[in-house]
């Protein structure tokens, strides 16, 4: 009796139904790669823009630490820790005993001189006046002028010892040069000091942004640059008003200094981290929004070419607010600005306004 085997025909069902799935399979990507998603475009243009460099700064505040020229002994202090001052407001002063002889001293020195002075000039014109009717000889007239003119110059100099004198009595108190907040007293009264140590910090009532420039930007960025500087996600305009001169020995970065709007709605407080962007010169060339461009281990973008969506390696050349200047891209370039994020390179895309 024979026998019917289901095996071969149930192996010819299978292929066929695997080779009409391929089928479908393939029918349907040539299908989906010819819709055409709508896109919507920029068309590129040369464009110029002031070039930007942005680095991270903080918050400062003007400080002016006080110190005495002559050492001495701290007699007073006339203000206290936090407390505000004016400009012009007494703030510590020294015993002013030694400054005070010494100030009359120099002063008695002067009036002796200038007296000696005007007695020898008195006496060279009567001199003179007896010259004149024969009765002295030249020489005698030399010599007492040579001797008028040497007192004259003892006067001179007992004047700029009184000067020197009265202007250590003068330093002998310190006077706040303008408003601020003490910030902190380090002597006590009583306490012996140096000449040049630090007695009062005041900080002033000013804001700046402060950052270190590499030695490569320092050759572009000079004061008086222009800044933007961002504090809060809110931004001000300001300007470069210092630069040091020397180095940071272990940066070899240059502490720059920067003067801002200080806008009351962004309430600066020092310490505060900040964005500063320096305005450097103006470039021109293909300057894009940065949120265009992706990134998949190379940065691209996104074109329309042939109406079909290409993804065009980019690379950033220079930063100028939200924008950028690329190099890979050309005028007349169609930038894809909506609707290609769901959409793979090849697609037919259709542009819409």
Known sequence: MKTFSLKPFTSSLLFLAIFTLFSCDDVNEEQIAELEFPVEIEILKNKERVRQIEYFGIVSSKI???SFLTPGRVKSIFVSKNQFVKKGTKLMQLETKGFSLALNVAKNQEKQAESAYLEAKKYCQNLDKVFKLGGVSGTDIEKEKLNRDLKYKDWEQSKINSDAKNEDFKQATLIAQSNGIVSDILPKVGELIDAGAETIIIQGKGLFA???LSQKDLEIIKKGTKVIV???NQKVNGQVNYIATLPDFQTFRHTVKIDFSNNSSIKASIGLTTKIYFETDTLQGIWIPIKYISNNGQDFVNLSENNRLRKKVVQIIDFSG????????RENDKLITKGAASIKEGYKVKIVK
């Not at 939200?322 to 891209?329: N, T, Y």
């Open 230 to 232: 961002e504090i809060k």
């Open 64 to 66: 002016i630490n006080y």
């Open 210 to 212: 402060e950052t270190a």
């Open 322 to 329: 939200e924008e950028v200047r690329v190099s890979g891209l």
